[in-house]
C-alpha cells in the first residue's frame, strides 16, 4: 500500500542505485532530500542551534539504514519519520539536561527564515510568525502538516512520521490549528496600536512562550481594539498551499561521519557493503556539491560561486508562490491591467522554431480558464542550482540541462529598490526553449492590496514602482518554461532590486498550478502560451551565444 506523496521515477532509481552502492546516486540522495529535513526540522525545532546537529543525526541515519528500506515509493514518509524520532530525542535529552529552549542571542528563528527567504507578506507572514508561538509539541506536528498542506506529504505520511492513527493524527492536527489560529490573532495585536497592549507587554521579554500567549490571548478576547481583525481571515491552509520549501542556507555544511563503524557492523543494521566500502576507502569524490572523503566522513557543501549540478528531479513542490488567497471570490482584489484575451501566436504552418517571441499582452479576464496544456516530453532537468535556485544579485545564473519543466518564480522588491528594470537572460541556448504557461495565480502588475489601490507586485505609489523595459511582457509570479537541450538563466539586476527563483518542474506542476484561480482563492486563472508546435512562443532575452555580459541581449533576439 502506498503511504507516500508520489516519489518521481528518477528518484525510484536514484534511491535503488544507492542501496546498490552507486556513490554518485548517495550524493544526489543526500543533496536532493536535504531541504525537507532541513524544514522539518528547522520548523520543529523553531531554527534552534541544535537544528545543524539534528539535520545530521537523521541523515546519518537514513544513510546507515537505506539498505532496511524495501519500497522506494514510501522514501519521503520513512526519511520525515527518522527526522521525527531524532527531533523527539533530542527534546527528551535537553529535557534531561533542563537546558533553555529559547533561540541564542544572534540566531535567526526559522519563523524569520521563512519570511525572509520566502518573501512572504500578509496573512502567509503572519502565519510564519504564529507558529513561534506555538508548544515544542505543536511546532513538531505543525512542520509536518505545514508540508501536507504545501503538497509535500500526505496525511498518512504525516501520522506514521507522528507514531499516531490517522484519526488521531486528525484531532491532533485540529487542535494544533486551533492554537495556531489564536497566535496568529496575537500576532496581528502587536503590529497594532493598542496603549492597554502595550501597557500589558511593558513587563515582557520578547521571547514567546505559552504563558504570554495565554496571557495575550486573554486580552485579545476582552478587546474591541484586538480582537477586531478588520481584514477578512483567510484560514492557514488555505494561505500556505504552493508555498516551496525554504532554502538550505547557502554555506549550510552537512558532516556525517560513520565513526568507527566496521563493514560488518553497518551490514548489520542493513546498510549496503558495497556503499560502506566506498565511503570508507581513503578516496576524495566530488559530485553534486558533495565530497566524500577519506575516513569516512560524507560533507555536502553549497557554495555561492560554483551551484552545485543535481541529476535527479527535485523531490519538492514545484509549485510556489501562488498569491495570498482571498476570504471569497467576491473579495478578490480586481488586476490593475486591462482585461482582455492575450494576442494569438502566428500560425504554426508558418512559423519556424525561434521565429515567435513572447510579446506584449493584456491580462486575461480572471475567471477566464487556460487552456489545454500540450503534454511535452520529459526525462527530467538538472539544474546547477539544484532543486532551489535563489537568485537575487546581478550574475547569479544557473544552468539548466535536459527535457522537461522549469518554473521562474519572480521577486520584485520595490521597497529596497524601484526604478528600471534590466530583465534576466537566457544564453548559451543549445536545443530548444518554449514558453510554455504562466501561472501562481496572479500577474506582477495585480493588485495584492485591499486597502491600498495603488498597490501591486510591480511596487506602490507610497515606494514607487518596478518599470519594465519598453515592449517588454508583464511578468507573473510564475513563468514556466520548457527546455530541451540546455540553456543558462543569469538575474542582470541593475536598477530596481529584483530575485528569481529556479526549480526544476513537471507538467502535472504546471498544469496544477495554472488551473488555481479565483474560486480558490487566486486573482485569476493561469495561462496557458504552449501550442505544443514549434510556434509557441520564445522567451524574451535568449540567445545562442554566450556574451561576456548577458544584459547586453537583444530584447527580440531569434534563436
Known sequence: MRTDVHVSRQWRATIAAAQA??????????????????NVVGRALNGHADVDDVVQETMLRAVGH????RDPDSFRSWLVAIAMRQIRDRARRRQERKLDEGVPDGTADFAELTVL???????????????????????????????????????????????ISRQHAAVRVQRMKERLEISRGIVRALDGACPELRELTARWDGHPDSVWRKRLARHIRGCGYCGDP???????????????????PVGFTLSLALGGKTAVAATSVGWSAKVLGALTK?????????????????????????????????????????????????????????????SPSPSASTARYGSVVDAVDKAPDPDTRPGTLPHRPETGITSTGGAHAVLNHRGDNVTLTGRGYVLVRWQIAPLSRAGSLVMPSWTGLKGRLF???????????????????????????????????????????NEYFYVDGSVTFTVNERGADYGA????????????????????GAVRYGLVRDDGKDSAPVPQYATRGTPSDPATVAQRSVV
Request: charged fraction near 20%; charge should be negative; avoid cysteine.
Open 117 to 163: 527567504r520566502l518573501q512572504l507578506e500578509g496573512q502567509r507572514r503572519e502565519v510564519a510568525e504564529a507558529v513561534r508561538w506555538l508548544d515544542a509539541e505543536d511546532r513538531q506536528l505543525v512542520s509536518l502538516w505545514w508540508l501536507e498542506v504545501s503538497g509535500e506529504l500526505t496525511r498518512r505520511g504525516l501520522a506514521a512520521a507522528v507514531g
Open 230 to 248: 478588520r481584514d477578512s481571515v483567510v484560514p492557514a491552509e488555505r494561505l500556505l498551499v504552493g508555498i516551496a520549501l525554504v532554502p538550505v
Open 282 to 342: 581513503p578516496a576524495v569524490a566530488v559530485t553534486a556539491g558533495a565530497t566524500i572523503v577519506a575516513g569516512g566522513a560524507y560533507v555536502v557543501v553549497q557554495t555561492p560561486d560554483r551551484p552545485a549540478p543535481h541529476t535527479a528531479t527535485a523531490p519538492t513542490a514545484a509549485v510556489t508562490g501562488a498569491p495570498e488567497p482571498a476570504p471569497s471570490p467576491s473579495a478578490t482584489a480586481s488586476s490593475a491591467s486591462p482585461s482582455a484575451s492575450p
Open 66 to 69: 537505506l539498505g532496511s528500506l
Open 435 to 477: 514558453h510554455v504557461a504562466s501561472g501562481g495565480g496572479r500577474r506582477m502588475d495585480d493588485r495584492i492590496s485591499s486597502t491600498d489601490a495603488s498597490s501591486t507586485g510591480m511596487g506602490s505609489s507610497a515606494t514607487g514602482y518596478a518599470v519594465l523595459p519598453a515592449g517588454t511582457q508583464q511578468m507573473w509570479q
Open 21 to 38: 552502492g552507486d556513490r554518485r546516486a548517495l550524493d544526489e540522495l543526500v543533496e536532493g532530500w536535504l531541504p525537507l529535513v532541513y
Open 501 to 520: 527563483s529556479v526549480f526544476p518542474s513537471t507538467w502535472d506542476a504546471v498544469e496544477k498550478d495554472v488551473l488555481y484561480g479565483p474560486p480558490d
